[in-house]
């Protein structure tokens, strides 16, 4: 089982010509980064919160400290102070691109490669999971479609349905150039809905609702799209996971500083049931990932490494420092081997509540 470390793909001088314009940036504090923070949940109204999680950037140790509460009355869990659109640019540039597409490829490796399988497979079950209610959909959107590998992998199960993606990035432009989209639109969906108005008969949306900032406007986004009859497909993590307690900080899923709302599924379905959908289907198991252990696994070892070379940190690695690095992550392979087959082997037992990582709804726009 090899792990790469990421100091190995994207060079050091990638980092180096970064570092002057993030240190300058950084050198006028991060408060920006954060807006006000909320007395009462986004989701119900109710002002009984309390913290949940406290926790810091994991994954690109970029600067800051984040807090997910919780609602006592409705369970949402959401994360205050949320960050501004300042915070936005900062904390996903050079994530999904730039500096972070290569560096990515290479620090999860292993992890990708699991991922990755399991996703292939995954994207056909999702595909699979509307034609009991539409056989031959015409024309599908597939929201937060990134470079459109659903939309590819789902084409070879429909190959005469019309696949478009919609991305708040450019991705979704190299989507439509590689042939996975057959149109991409780039932008805001909420924005973006009121000209495609009951064009499509299903919309999908698979890990996207945490990361957008009113999950509500994006669902009425998609009654708007949706021709009546047609069918909304979500996918999101679960917080009611079992593995979000006890991995604590760990969880992969709580994604900080991306993931800014945490949806119990009733809590989904009630609100879709208000808004104009019948509820389908919720299902557990079948969207669960079994990657919590191994996650985890990686993000303590790779928080106790020194860090790689990182424009947002002040300064290079030394010799000692990557030797150090190289040394740790060879050391946790073995741990997070053995992770990933209780990983698996959890997954076998699972297709339960509260053991998923992930909960999937499906539902019919109604009239
Ligand atoms: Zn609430």
């Known amino acids: 089982m090899a792990c790469t470390d990421d100091s190995t793909v994207g ?3 990638r980092a180096a010509a970064l570092r002057p314009a993030y240190q300058s940036e950084l050198a006028k504090g991060t408060d920006r980064f954060m807006l006000p923070r909320r007395p009462d949940c986004p989701w119900c109204g109710s002002s009984r919160l309390v913290e949940r999680l406290r926790t810091t950037d994991l994954i690109q140790r970029k600067p800051g400290e984040f807090v997910l509460d919780r609602c006592q009355d409705c369970g949402h869990t959401f ?47 999702r595909a699979r999971q509307v034609l009991p209610f539409a056989p031959e959909p015409q024309r599908w959107l597939d929201v937060g479609t990134s470079d459109g590998e659903f939309c590819a992998a789902a084409r070879a199960l429909l190959p005469e349905t019309i696949f478009d993606g919609l991305d708040l990035s450019d ?27 009951g064009r499509y008969d299903v919309v999908s949306m698979f890990h996207y609702l945490e990361h957008t900032g ?117 050391g946790g392979a073995p741990a997070m081997a053995m992770a990933s087959v209780l990983d698996h082997t959890i997954a076998l037992c699972g297709g339960r509540p509260k053991v998923s990582n992930a909960y999937r709804i499906l539902a019919r726009r109604e009239l």
């Not at 300042?86 to 560096?103: I, V």
């Not at 919590?292 to 940190?313: K, N, T």
């Open 11 to 13: 060079g050091g001088s």
């Open 79 to 125: 994360q205050n102070p949320r960050l501004s659109p300042d915070g936005l640019d900062f904390y996903y540039r050079d994530f999904y691109d730039g500096l972070g597409e290569g560096r990515l490829a290479g620090v999860l490796t292993t992890l990708n490669k699991t991922v990755r399988m399991i996703t292939d497979s995954n994207h056909r079950r």
């Open 171 to 197: 991705s979704v432009e190299r989507a439509e150039r590689q042939g996975n989209v057959t149109h991409g639109y780039q932008g805001a969906f909420p924005e973006l809905a009121p000209g495609l108005a």
């Open 214 to 330: 009113e999950p509500q406007h994006e669902l009425s986004a998609a009654h708007q799209v949706l021709r009546p009859g047609g069918l909304l497909l979500v996918e999101v993590p679960d917080p009611d996971s079992v593995f979000g307690r006890l991995l604590g900080r760990w969880w992969l899923p709580w994604f900080q500083p991306q993931h800014l709302h945490m949806i119990p599924a009733g809590n989904l379905g009630r609100y879709l049931t208000e808004t104009g959908f019948t509820v389908l289907a919720e299902q557990h198991g079948e969207a669960h990932l079994p990657i919590d252990l191994l996650a985890a696994s990686w993000l303590i070892i790779s928080s106790l490494a020194p860090p790689a070379d990182m424009p947002w940190l002040p300064k290079a690695p030394d010799r000692v420092s990557m030797a150090l690095r190289y040394a740790l992550y060879m």
